[in-house]
């Protein structure tokens, strides 16, 4: 995926017109907007869903910026995929929309539902039993070494995880600078 994103960097440089002095900077909404649609392709998810969710976020206690992105990795499709039991987020979707994940011994069909301390996420018995998926998604994420969220717990026997506490801004991997999305929204 790299060598692909430098491909297309290296061709857009060569196309750029070389101007000294002359180098067109981005604007302040630029900026913002850019880094709003970056945290929607992460997420996957769609405007009218993501205004939601900062709505959501704008009127809970604290800091808009910290609450978003706490509200978009307690959504079960990011979870699904914080827990390795899942290759993409986009798989994590389709997982549970086909309604192979469980929170709490209950079928969830909706990705957008959000996970609470204490809440058991597991998979459905009909894809328990189905070996040939648990090997190459399941186990072969397992093994790789990918760590799991610190506010999450694994139990990879049972291919079941725990939530044991609410993400923070530290729990994040990716490099989101939340308050150009809270100053595009604020306009």
């Not at 002359?22 to 945290?39: D, I, N």
């Not at 969220?149 to 994040?172: I, M, N, S, Y």
Request: with cysteine; hydrophobic share 40%; net charge positive.
């Amino acid at each position: 995926m790299n060598r692909k994103l430098k491909r297309i960097a290296d061709q857009l440089e060569k196309k750029a017109p070389k101007q000294e002095g002359f180098a067109k900077k981005m604007s302040e909404y630029g900026t913002q907007l850019l880094e709003k649609q970056k945290v929607k392709c992460i997420y996957g998810v769609y405007e009218k869903q993501f205004k939601r969710m900062f709505l959501i976020a704008a009127r809970a206690e604290g800091n808009a910026g910290h609450n978003l992105l706490n509200l978009l990795e307690r959504r079960l499709d990011n979870t699904v995929y914080r827990l390795k039991l899942a290759t993409t987020r986009a798989q994590a979707r389709q997982m549970v929309v086909h309604g192979h994940v469980l929170i709490n011994g209950k079928k969830v069909y909706s990705p957008s539902c959000l996970v609470s301390v204490g809440d058991t996420v597991s998979m459905a018995l009909g894809v328990v039993g189905k070996t040939q998926f648990l090997e190459q998604v399941v186990d072969k994420r397992l093994n790789i070494g990918i760590k799991v969220p610190e506010w999450l717990e694994l139990d990879k026997k049972d291919r079941r995880g725990t939530v044991l506490r609410l993400p923070v801004r530290a729990d994040l991997q990716s490099s989101v600078e939340e308050r150009l999305i809270v100053e595009l929204y604020s306009k």
